[in-house]
């Protein structure tokens, strides 16, 4: 009897033991298949499995939603040869016949789905320059991007802007997997508004003297579109959102400032 029992005591041990190792391997196979999501610290978003990716050099790349996300709507120019191989606002050196693009507030790296109004049209472009300086138009197409939503023959055409965001792992959910994606808020950074541009500076000199009454920070920034022409930009104000930043346009407006926009700095 006392055989017996003892066998019974070993086979119950063993038979934990069995399942510990069990649990061990279903968790490591676990770990590995999100091993993606787990090493991701960075605030990140779900989104529906429904969601149609764009890739980008073998990136996928996600609308984000309209609530996290950011969405534009109004007139695109492009730019071409004047700025061939010259530094863009990022440092980088613009090449036109990249897919790239010029916006005046949104991060640099950011890619961004453009679709063309009028054909329908899409590209994705990725902001690498800041513009266009105009308060009428919301981005500025590198001749690359301009040509394949055929914007060159026009110059100009109503688009619909979203930024897209990079997949950074997967979640399973039931009996399906939703994309995990990189969370960017783009409220926030570092705006200043620009009241207008100058060829005198001392045009600007004067708009600035006025303006320093009312703001604390107020820059004279010279800026050269073309070798041949420098123009002297007046901007006030450093808002850390843009919901701040706006307020300032708002007030501007009222002073009888008309052509103010907001950029990032």
Not at 13 to 27: A, K, P, S, T
Not at 183 to 202: C, L, M, P, S, Y
Not at 204 to 209: D, F, L, N, Q, S
Request: hydrophobic share 40%.
């Amino acid at each position: 009897m006392l055989y017996l029992k003892k066998k019974s005591t070993n086979d119950f041990v063993g038979l934990i033991f069995f399942l510990l190792i069990i649990i061990c391997i279903v968790g490591c196979a676990v770990s590995k298949r999100q091993i993606k999501v787990c090493k991701y610290k960075k605030p990140a978003l779900v989104l529906p499995a429904t969601t149609k990716p764009y890739t980008v050099n073998g990136v996928s790349y996600y609308p984000l939603p309209s609530k996290e996300g950011f969405v534009q709507v109004g007139i695109a120019s492009w730019y071409g040869k004047k700025f061939h191989r010259k530094k863009t606002s990022s440092g980088e050196i613009y090449n036109m016949y990249d897919k790239t693009a010029a916006h005046k507030t949104l991060p640099f790296g950011t890619y961004v789905k453009v679709k063309n109004l009028s054909n329908s049209k899409e590209v994705v472009v990725r902001i690498n320059d800041r513009g266009p300086f105009v308060k009428q138009r919301i981005i500025d197409l590198s001749y690359g991007a301009a040509k394949e939503i055929e914007l060159i023959g026009p110059g100009t055409a109503r688009v619909h802007l979203i930024a897209l965001s990079r997949e950074v792992g997967k979640i399973k959910s039931g009996n399906t997997q939703k994309t995990l994606v990189e969370a960017k808020d783009f409220n926030r950074g570092r705006f200043t508004v620009q009241v207008g541009a100058f060829e005198k500076r001392e045009n600007a000199e004067r708009v600035a003297g006025r303006l320093r009454v009312i703001f604390d920070h107020v820059t004279i920034t010279p800026y050269e579109p073309y070798p041949t022409r420098t123009l002297y930009r007046v901007r006030v104000s450093l808002s850390e959102n843009m919901t701040e930043a706006g307020n300032i346009v708002t007030r501007l407006e009222y002073l009888g400032f008309s052509e103010t926009f907001v950029v990032a700095l």
